[in-house]
C-alpha cells in the first residue's frame, strides 16, 4: 500500500516537475518502484528487467539526449484545462471498466484457468527446467522471443541510421552515445 | 466482492492518466518520453496485477513444491514487452536529437512556428 502511493506521488511530482534532469532521475525511482512492486506481484525476473533496463539503461539513454539537447523545458502558452478533461475522462471511463474485473488475487480469474493443463503443469515433464517463466519465454512462446529480437536489431539499425552523419555535419560535437567512426 | 479487490487497477489507472497527460499537456519532447514511459510502466504492472493469485508464489521450482503458482505468461509476455519498450525509447531519443539539430529546439511549439513560417 505504501508503495503504491509511493508510485503514484512519483508520477505526480514527474508530471510537474519543469527541470528536465531532476525529471529523468525520477524516472529512474519510478521505475525501481514500479519493480518492487513487480517483486511484490510474484514476477522476480521482470523486477530484474525493470530495474536494470527501466531504472538502468533507460536513464543513461535520457541522460545522453539531454547532454546533447539541453536540459531547459518551457512552460506552455495555453491553459492546462483541456487536457486535464480529457485524461478525467479517459479515467473515468476506464475505472467504470475495472468494475467487471475480478478481484485481485481471485483464483477463479479467467487468466488462472486457461490453459490448461496449465503451463505450471506441464513444464517439468516436457521441457524439464525449474524455472517456468524461463520455458515459456524460451520454448512455448519461442516465436515471440524470436520476433522480439528482430525488434531491437530493427531499433538498432535505426538508431545508426539516424545518428549516423552527425559528426560530418557537426563539428566538433563528439557524440558520447555509439561508438561508431566519423565519416 | 470488496471494492478493495480493485484497488490495484485504480492505481494503475492513475499513474496511466499521469502518464497520459504528460504526454498530451507538455510541449517538451523529452519530457513527452518520459510520460510515455509512465505510461508503459503501468501498463505492465496492470498486466502483472491480474496474473498474481492469492496464496501464490514465484513459479520457480524449488525442493519443496508449492500448491498454488502464480500465472508465468503475464511476466513472459511483459519481459518481451520492457524490452521492446526500450528499443523504442531509444529510436525516439534518436529522433529527437535529429529534430534538435534541424530545428535547434525540442519544444512542440516553436516547432509548430517555424513550421508555420516555412
Known sequence: MLLLTLLAATAVTIARMRSLLAAVMLTGIYSFLGAGWMLLLDAPDVAFTEAAVGAGVSTVLMLATLALTGSDMKPRGHSPWLPLAAVLVTGAALVYGTMDMPAFGDPNAPIQLYPSPSYVDKTEAEIGVPNVITAVLGSYRGYDTLGETTVIFTAGIAVLLLLRGRHRRVRGDDTPSDGETPR | ?118
Not at chain 2, 52 to 66: D, L, M, Q, S
Not at chain 2, 103 to 116: C, F, H, K, V
Open chain 2, 1 to 118: 466482492m470488496s471494492p478493495l479487490g480493485l484497488y490495484n487497477y485504480w492505481v494503475v489507472i492513475f499513474l496511466m492518466m499521469t502518464g497520459f497527460y504528460v504526454v498530451i499537456a507538455r510541449g517538451n519532447l523529452i519530457k513527452k518520453i518520459i510520460g510515455l514511459n509512465i505510461f508503459q510502466t503501468s501498463v505492465f504492472l496492470l498486466y502483472l496485477t491480474m496474473g498474481k493469485v492469492r496464496g501464490g508464489t514465484v513459479p520457480i521450482f524449488a525442493e519443496i513444491r508449492a500448491d498454488i503458482y502464480t500465472h508465468p505468461l503475464p511476466s513472459v509476455l511483459i519481459l518481451t514487452a520492457i524490452v521492446v519498450g526500450i528499443a523504442t525509447t531509444a529510436v525516439a531519443l534518436a529522433l529527437i536529437v535529429r529534430i534538435r539539430e534541424a530545428y535547434g529546439t525540442i519544444e512542440e511549439d516553436d516547432l509548430d512556428a517555424i513550421n508555420r513560417e516555412e
